[in-house]
């Protein structure tokens, strides 16, 4: 699977939008982004994941680049309970059935 | 729906002691995972199985671990003997069903285990 780089740590005001990036350069054709994040003392929480498209759910919002080098993820409307660390896991479609996960990004949701 | 559910949530025991964790995933859930997740750091699988068979087992120390998958419902993940260095969260997930390829896993939440 690729691999993906993230900021270690972000802060967002409350009530504002967290656009939180991914880079994975080395991403392959058959390889989907997945987001997932974990409250503290919590397992991981799937978030949402793309392939190509755009992608929204009740969660988030996921903008994937033309040439899939780099992802966002957005939450709209940030609050205190978002704060959490954030992965971003490539993954492909067939074999490799484990997620990867990086470091992380931090996500502190300020009042 | 229930999620996944494991237990004990937390676990202190003595180094050399024996422990163990059970995980009971989504119902219809064939795919079943166990990660371990180091303070800081983000969860390393060690161990994926497709119904009662243990599919990917390579990173399980063997020589200390264990795991089963009776009847391919809940699953019990064992350290005997248990050392300092185990002390992290142990984590179950469950997927669908991962043999065709792209499944959503979903987390439980963990055990953290602490040996002194």
Redesign the interface.
């Known amino acids: 699977d690729a691999k993906t780089t993230q900021p270690p740590s972000m802060d967002c005001a409350e009530g504002r939008a967290a656009n939180l990036p991914c880079n994975h350069s080395t991403i392959s054709g058959n390889e989907?982004v997945y987001w997932y994040r974990q409250i503290h003392?919590?397992?991981?929480?799937?978030i949402i994941?793309g392939l190509k498209n755009n992608e929204t759910n009740e969660m988030a919002s996921l903008i994937i680049t033309e040439d899939r080098k780099s992802s966002t993820l957005i939450l709209p409307h940030a609050t205190l309970r978002d704060t959490a660390v954030y992965?971003c896991i490539v993954?492909a479609?067939?074999g490799a059935?484990?997620?990867v996960?990086?470091?992380?990004t931090r996500l502190t949701i300020n009042p | 729906e229930a999620g996944v559910v494991q237990s004990p949530r937390y676990k202190i025991i003595e180094k050399k002691q024996p422990v163990a964790f059970w995980c009971n995933p989504i119902s219809g859930h064939n795919t079943l995972y166990w990660y371990l997740q180091n303070l800081g750091q983000g969860p390393e699988l060690l161990i994926r199985y497709e119904n009662e068979e243990a599919v990917d087992d390579s990173q399980l120390p063997k020589d200390r671990f264990s795991a089963e998958r009776l009847k391919g419902v809940d699953s019990t993940l064992k350290i005997q003997p248990a050392e300092l260095g185990d002390s992290a969260v142990y984590l179950c997930a469950s997927s669908l069903d991962s043999a065709g390829g792209l499944d959503t896993q979903y987390f439980g939440p963990g055990t953290r285990l602490t040996v002194l």
């Not at chain 1, 996960?101 to 992380?104: A, E, L, T, V």
């Open positions: 989907y003392s919590q397992g991981p929480q799937y994941h992965y993954r479609t067939q059935q484990k997620l996960f990086g470091q992380g």
